[in-house]
């Protein structure tokens, strides 16, 4: 309880801290030549398809906190394994891109759109780093056999926090991706 | 009587734990929120003097006309040094101090919710206000003021590691800042003793509470430039170089997103102590204690929508400004209400004038001269007119020294009884008072004048105009007499400890929970806390006859 109320105030800091990186991609974006910039350089495509990756492992968490109230650890594992997995082929992807984007002289010293867009981007995948961390003790818990009882609010409260993640990268994607194929 | 909930378990953790009576390392290794919350005081005196002295030598630089006593370089680092370490590593350690100290006491709780992420913020101030000053040792200290724009803080104009050590330095406080910060809402919301609701909770953990939440909405923003100052400094970045397609506007528009709410980060714990010494030494109940409330979430919000006022000279247009002069306007009426409220509280009251009480008083004064003088930077051509001179230098200080120092040191006498145990010397502080009341008005008075004349902040020198000579003499005679009454204040304090009077349990006569403990508390805290019945529970407990 009083750890699930910790957990809420330290995602709302964190919202403000990508709030403040997402209005200076914004204030950038707004500068003619910026978005040319963008849209030859980012493949929605296969960003987008990575990006199903992330939002899935949110709802593989759900399973996983679901199973763990029915009491099922065996599942309560499975789920949790499952997360990770989808989570590393997410931060591949990331990779992947970057290792694209500085093969084509696109870095964070480059422009205005290579440094806005390498700290937002690099910043939330610190935070899906962060996480898999965390649900990788979690996992490792659970197989030392941690949750054969109910009552602990551990599960939840790192959701909190993996959701959180997934929602930021639903702005973030939006913002960076989508928009400038829409607006133009 | 209710039982009282222990944060956490009393079992020590095998081979980690440290058993009492161990000197300096029972401070070292300390959870205690008492032990923290004095290590938080102390470590705001520490700093208080460093900033001090490296202000008493650009006043001396400043003291005559054409003076070559600094060279512009130390000059610049030193007043960078003076506004970040007397801000980030002497008003907030201070004001957490108290906070830490006095949360837990307050609302009949053994510790915060956290205590080892209580350690763990101090510790983060301390090894940050520590990375600080290592700058001074590692090829030179920040040197493109406390507000750090750019572009002097680009690497062209700054190439000493200073700006580096700068970031690197108020990341590490921030984290530990926020994390306090959460700290304190659960301990706030959660671990008050059973019978204590929200609407009998005191004034000063109220303003803590709305205060915790500022600080994890507006620090964020600092980090989040600190860390993008980083990426143009250490990776080439170009997020605050023009030459590459940065703004240096971003940055302005970044750090006073963070930095104006500072400056109520700064002011509303201090607001909660005034409506904490003021009904105990009027003798009377705290006048509209729902309007301290409101008006203190008033603030807090309005607080998001003003920053601007800081940028009325980098022309953004008639529009922004006009909205943000309207809104700068419009923050000093909360302020203004709790003025008249605790103007109220004094009338008709057995007033006793203690020395907490006189600063109390002398802050209502000195705090609406800096008020008035900050409603004047809303009106935009005045602020076009006095923006960068010595007119801003007094205002901040009147509001800095006048409201948030004079509530410091009105905390500090009020509460040291309970935190030592022993009660300073009366007839000593009261010189101390004075000394310090003059001292302070006769350095920063001037400064308004001087700022009308013309005379800009941040130049290590200044031409030998009609006057200006004259007014920085006195200027500076002020800023070393308040050297000196700060030495007093350490004089009183440390012998106070050594031999003071032992102190009652309460000595003020005071009304709320902690001052039904032991002076100085016990370990634990509490094993029993009196009934809460409403916003004195204390006064209804000793005079149950002519309770609330």
């Known amino acids: ?184 | 009587m209710k039982a009282i909930r222990l944060p956490e378990s009393e079992k020590p953790i095998p081979g980690l734990s440290v058993s009492t009576n161990q000197g300096l390392l029972q401070w070292i290794s300390s959870v205690d929120h008492k032990q923290i919350g004095i290590m938080y005081l102390w470590l705001s005196v520490l700093f208080l003097v460093m900033g001090g002295c490296e202000i008493l030598l650009v006043r001396l630089q400043l003291v005559v006309p054409n003076n070559d006593f600094l060279d512009p370089e130390v000059f610049n680092q030193l007043f960078t040094m003076h506004g970040t370490t007397m801000i980030f590593f002497v008003a907030m350690p201070a004001i957490f101090g108290f906070n830490t100290y006095l949360v837990p006491l307050m609302i009949g709780a053994n510790d915060m919710a956290y205590p080892r992420l209580n350690a763990f913020s101090f510790w983060l101030t301390f090894f940050g206000g520590l990375m600080l000053y290592f700058s001074f040792l590692a090829g030179g200290a920040p040197d493109a003021g406390w507000f750090n724009y750019a572009p002097l803080n680009q690497y062209n104009y700054s190439s000493s590691p200073g700006i580096d050590y700068y970031c690197s330095s108020l990341l590490i406080a921030g984290i530990g800042t926020v994390s306090a910060s959460a700290n304190f809402i659960v301990t706030i919301l959660k671990y008050r003793v059973g019978t204590m609701s929200l609407k009998h909770m005191p004034l000063f953990v109220w303003m803590v509470l709305i205060n915790s939440f500022l600080i994890l909405a507006a620090f964020p923003a600092l980090n989040a430039a600190l860390a993008m100052l980083l990426l143009d400094r250490q990776l080439h970045a170009h997020f605050f170089t023009a030459i590459g397609g940065g703004s240096a506007i971003l940055w302005q528009h970044l750090f006073w997103l963070f930095g104006h709410p500072e400056v109520y980060i700064v002011i509303l714990p201090i607001f909660g102590i005034f409506s904490e010494i003021f009904p105990v030494y009027s003798r009377k109940p705290i006048f509209g204690y729902n309007f301290i409330i409101g008006s203190g979430m008033a603030i807090a919000l309005l607080a998001f929508g003003v920053w601007i006022h800081h940028m009325f000279a980098t022309g953004l247009g008639n529009t922004v400004n006009g909205f943000f002069a309207a809104s700068s306007m419009l923050i000093g009426i909360p302020t203004g209400v709790k003025i008249f409220n605790w103007l109220a509280t004094m009338y008709g009251g057995a007033i006793r004038f203690k020395v907490a009480m006189m600063f109390a008083v002398a802050f209502l004064v000195e705090f609406t001269i800096g008020g008035l003088s900050g409603i004047s930077f809303a009106i935009i051509p005045i602020d076009w007119q006095l923006t960068d001179t010595y007119y801003v230098v007094a205002h901040l200080h009147y509001v800095f020294i006048g409201g948030t120092l004079f509530g410091l040191l009105s905390g500090l006498f009020y509460w040291f009884p309970k935190i030592s145990g022993r009660i300073p010397d009366e007839r000593l502080s009261k010189w101390f008072f004075w000394l310090f009341v003059i001292s302070f008005n006769l350095t920063f008075l001037v400064q308004h004048a001087l700022g009308a004349m013309g005379m800009a902040r941040r130049v290590y020198t200044y031409p030998d105009f009609a006057g200006w000579g004259t007014l920085n003499l006195i200027s500076t005679t002020g800023g070393f007499l308040m050297g000196i009454s700060i030495g007093l204040l350490v004089y009183i304090l440390v012998k106070a400890i050594r031999k003071g009077v032992q102190a009652p349990a309460d000595p003020w006569d005071a009304s709320t929970l902690e001052w039904t403990t032991s002076s100085p508390p016990e370990l634990k805290n509490f094993d029993q806390v009196i009934p809460v019945n409403s916003t004195r529970p204390f006064r209804d407990f000793k005079r149950p006859d002519d309770a609330d």
């Open chain 1, 1 to 184: 309880m009083d750890n699930k109320l910790m957990i809420k105030l330290i995602v709302g800091t964190e919202a403000m801290f990508f709030l403040a990186l997402i209005m200076a991609f914004v204030y950038f974006s707004l500068v003619p030549g910026f978005r040319t910039h963008q849209l030859v350089s980012l493949d929605i495509k296969s960003t987008g398809v990575f990006s199903l990756f992330l939002f899935s492992s949110s709802f593989t968490y759900w399973r996983a906190e679901e199973n763990f109230r029915k009491g099922d650890v065996k599942h309560l594992k499975v789920w949790l394994l499952l997360t990770i997995l989808l989570g590393v082929i997410f931060l591949f992807g990331q990779g992947k891109e970057y290792y694209d984007l500085l093969n084509h002289q696109v870095t964070i010293s480059s422009s205005t759109f290579g440094t806005s867009f390498f700290t937002l981007t690099g910043f939330h995948g610190l935070h899906v780093l962060i996480g898999l961390i965390v649900i990788a003790v979690l996992t490792c818990l659970a197989f030392l056999g941690d949750y054969d009882q109910p009552g602990s609010s551990l599960i939840s409260m790192v959701g909190i926090y993996w959701h959180f993640v997934d929602i930021v990268w639903v702005f973030v994607f939006l913002i960076v991706y989508v928009l400038p194929f829409i607006v133009r």
